[in-house]
């Protein structure tokens, strides 16, 4: 038995063009596939369905990889299943080819379900699996003195829902399911599957966790995983609780800058306070994530020693300026890029800003220069504008003909701007936000204006709050 047919019930599938499901070829999502199917199949009796796409992603790291999408595409062939293989074209790194490879997969079959007119994306991760990542982190916990000790963030393991780039929702409907059951039902229905030799390859580190955890352990780690879950969910809740009680204490008061209250920290709770600090240098500094937890500890206690000893720390691309009222923190003029953008195309500058650039000319985007702005200013007439200094010199500049003619993050743009766009990335959120951290990234949007989209809120209010 597995929560497939629950999830999917949950996800109005009715009004869906089409759904991707991620096919390797092994097992668990050549289960996947088959129990979506059976699903569609039956739900057809009484109401329109989605199309079912599979899609397979060759990496093209193996000699069988082809021929393995090519057992998938048969596998298809047989059932009417459309079928779509992306293939792994570019040339690979010579290290960290494993979370390369992650890294492509998800945007191959982004790229598939976009062109599959799919909002959401299957996949056929199971309860070993989750179990598996938990047993990674933990160990990685337990050598790390730096990055990664304490999180106990990252034992909550993988969530059910997870937003990808704010586009699609990745769902996993199989996280409770044991991989032996699924084989067992594979098995009954006499259908085959690919055993990836990659996954008996004890130089990887799933396969050795693999070969080498007991299952008489493999409760218990579940009750971890639950007690990490809820952990977590709690601490997320508190802040966001604070957040809306306290909106006021937290300002962005320009893009980039953030004015807090000292009154704000000193409220939360210590380890609401540490993941709220986190957040918010995350989205300053341009970060896909969170600074680390000793860190984090470290500027809170700072900020609210009663005798500020220390003014001004760096971290995570901010400066964190203490002061007795209020703290501000901003981006620091440090390693701000400079970017040529060619005409008709789109860049994103220091992982905050998208630079769309629709003009028949190539544009620069770099941090403005003192003089330029000065310059600019008296051409613009904008001297009479009170904005801070630090927002100005951590922005985007946009440059044509290596004059100034934008400032588009202030709202400051001459004619010569019409044909460029700029609009806010969210780092830390925007990529992939799992379904633990749904609702307190909904806060961040509220409060710190996620643009007009507001998926998250959209999902939140969609699914139930305790499948989140
Ligand atoms: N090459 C791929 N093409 C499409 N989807 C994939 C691919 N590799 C993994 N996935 C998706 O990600 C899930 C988890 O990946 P993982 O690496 O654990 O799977 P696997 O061991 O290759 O195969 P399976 O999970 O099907 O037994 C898969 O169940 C599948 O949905």
Redesign the pocket.
């Known amino acids: 038995m597995t929560d497939l047919d629950a999830v999917c019930a949950e996800l109005k599938l009715e009004d869906e063009k089409a759904i991707v499901?991620?096919?390797?070829?092994?097992?668990?999502?050549?289960?996947?596939l088959i129990l979506l199917h059976d699903y569609l199949n039956k739900l057809e009796a009484t109401q329109t369905v989605p199309q079912l796409v599979a899609?397979?992603?060759?990496?093209d790291l193996r000699a069988e990889?082809a021929a393995?999408?090519q057992f998938?595409a048969q596998f298809c062939a047989q059932r009417n299943i459309r079928h779509i293989i992306?293939v792994w074209k570019a040339e690979k790194p010579s290290t960290g080819i494993s979370a390369a490879a992650r890294a492509m997969?998800y945007h191959?079959?982004m790229e598939a379900a976009r062109e599959a007119g799919a909002s959401m994306i299957?996949?056929?991760?199971?309860q070993d699996?989750q179990v598996e990542t938990y047993i990674m982190r933990q160990s990685r916990q337990k050598n790390a003195s730096g990055e990664g000790a304490n999180d106990f963030r990252g034992l909550a393991g993988m969530a059910v829902f997870t937003l990808l780039a704010r586009e699609f929702l990745l769902v996993r409907p199989?996280l409770n399911a044991r991989?032996e059951a699924l084989r067992d039902g594979l098995r009954g229905r006499n259908i085959q599957?690919i055993d990836?030799p990659?996954?008996l390859d004890t130089h990887y580190e799933?396969p050795r966790i693999r070969q080498t955890r007991k299952e008489e352990e493999h409760q218990s780690y579940l009750t971890l995983i639950d007690q990490a879950v809820a952990k977590r969910t709690d601490i997320n809740q508190q802040v966001a609780d604070y957040w809306d009680a306290n909106a006021q204490l937290a300002k962005l008061v320009a893009p980039d800058i953030v004015l807090l209250d000292t009154a704000l920290l000193a409220a939360m709770p210590q380890e609401a306070a540490s993941l709220f600090i986190g957040f918010v240098l995350a989205h300053i500094g341009g970060k896909n994530h969170l600074l680390r937890f000793e860190d984090r500890d470290f500027i809170c206690q700072t900020l609210s020693a009663s005798q500020l000893s220390q003014k001004r720390m760096n971290y995570a691309g901010c400066v964190i300026e203490a002061g007795l009222k209020h703290h501000r923190i901003w981006r620091e003029h440090r390693n701000l890029p400079v970017v040529s953008v060619a005409q008709k195309s789109k860049i994103l500058w220091d992982q905050r800003y998208y630079i769309q650039n629709n003009s028949d000319e190539a544009i620069e985007v770099r941090p403005v220069a003192r003089d330029d702005f000065h310059g600019f200013c008296l051409n613009n007439d904008l001297n009479r504008h009170d904005f801070f200094q630090p927002a100005v010199f951590s922005c985007p500049g946009i440059y044509k003909k290596n004059q100034l003619c934008g400032l588009p993050a202030l709202g400051f743009q001459c004619a010569e701007m019409n044909d460029i766009s700029v609009s806010k990335h969210y780092a830390l959120l925007d990529n992939v936000l799992t379904g633990h951290d749904f609702i307190l990234a909904s806060r961040f949007y509220q409060h710190f204006g996620g643009g007009e989209l507001n998926p998250v809120a959209n999902i939140c209010r969609k699914f139930h709050k305790n499948r989140l």
Do not use: C, M, Y
């Open positions: 499901a991620a096919v390797s070829g092994g097992s668990d999502s050549i289960a996947l899609v397979t992603v060759d990496h990889s393995e999408a998938v992306k997969r191959l079959l299957f996949t056929g991760h199971s699996d199989l991989r599957w990836d990659t996954n799933r």
